[in-house]
């Protein structure tokens, strides 16, 4: 199946006999086939034609749009996989309910886990070792939480240390204090914020796919207008793919600080259309690569189907009102 990421403003999304068509200003047009695109990112300015939309939705591709250095907008999408039944049991469950609770325990242990393996590939032990412990003991006190408060807040203590950790174990010209968002304030936060929007989204769609509602989770509080669930689930992925990812970009030397600049009217610091390349052929790379990381699987699997599969443990997980039956992914 396609992904089609759209970034040359000015650009055209048609359709044509069973193609899918880009075309770009200049004139140069791509072609997919329609049997194989499931999902399109829309980046700035981008014209859709009414017959493409109408594709989309009637073949059930979902559309994002972004602005062009990567806010989300809002989305197309078709409600032919609502499940009302199983809605109804995910609102019961979601809010301060054990179920909650046990789940978030599960969803927060795993993450910080792969916050730790992550930083062991690349950090200095030694060096950060008061660091390591403090993480490690945030990850030990999950399990006795006794409400998602206390749970996020081992979880907050365990972000600090490792994003202090990472933001001084990278090149120098990457290097960055803390963790900062709308906007980010220096490069590889940028990476970062970008990184997490697109698997926001993904996780987003993998929702709608099993007839979940993005909008009750059960880690996080409710926000109107923000996805919870996707934010819920997005958690164990963070550092096994992003964090991953933009720490593979920039130790291997793939990316220039030259290819970022800073919005004079935010104080943003973003990617330009270079880098933002660099960064959306090396995310897909990533998420079609294969793996044997989720537990309850024998065989290899991509980790865009992995996202897809967690779905749907957690679908079964709360058909059956047991959290057992959701196993985070953890790295190894």
Known sequence: MSYLY????????????????????????????????????????INFTTKAIQECIKNGVVVNFFSKNGTFFGKIESANNVKIG??????????????????????????????????????????????????????????????????LGHEGNAAKNYFYVLGNTVEDEFKFSRRTRQPPKDAFNSMLSLGYTLIMHETYGAILGKGLSPYAGFLHQDHEKHPTLASDLMEEWRAVLIDSLVLSLVQGHEISIKNFYTDDETGAVLLDKTAFSIFIKKYERKMNTETKYLGYVDYKTSFRRAIYLQVNSLAQAIESEDTSLYCPIRLR
């Open 86 to 151: 199983r809605q109804r049991q995910q609102f019961k469950l979601s809010g301060k309910t054990e179920f909650a609770l046990e789940l978030s325990k599960r969803i927060i242990s795993a993450k910080i886990h792969n916050q730790l393996v992550v930083l062991g590939r690349y950090a200095d032990n030694e060096k950060f070792a008061d660091n390591f412990k403090q993480i490690k003991l945030a990850e030990k006190a999950v399990i006795n939480c006794g409400d998602v408060n206390e749970l």
């Open 6 to 45: 759209v970034n040359n403003q000015g650009s055209t999304v048609a359709v044509d006999g069973g193609y899918f068509t880009v075309t770009q200003p200049d004139g140069l047009v791509r072609k997919i086939p329609s049997a194989t695109l499931e999902y399109i990112a829309a980046f700035g300015n």
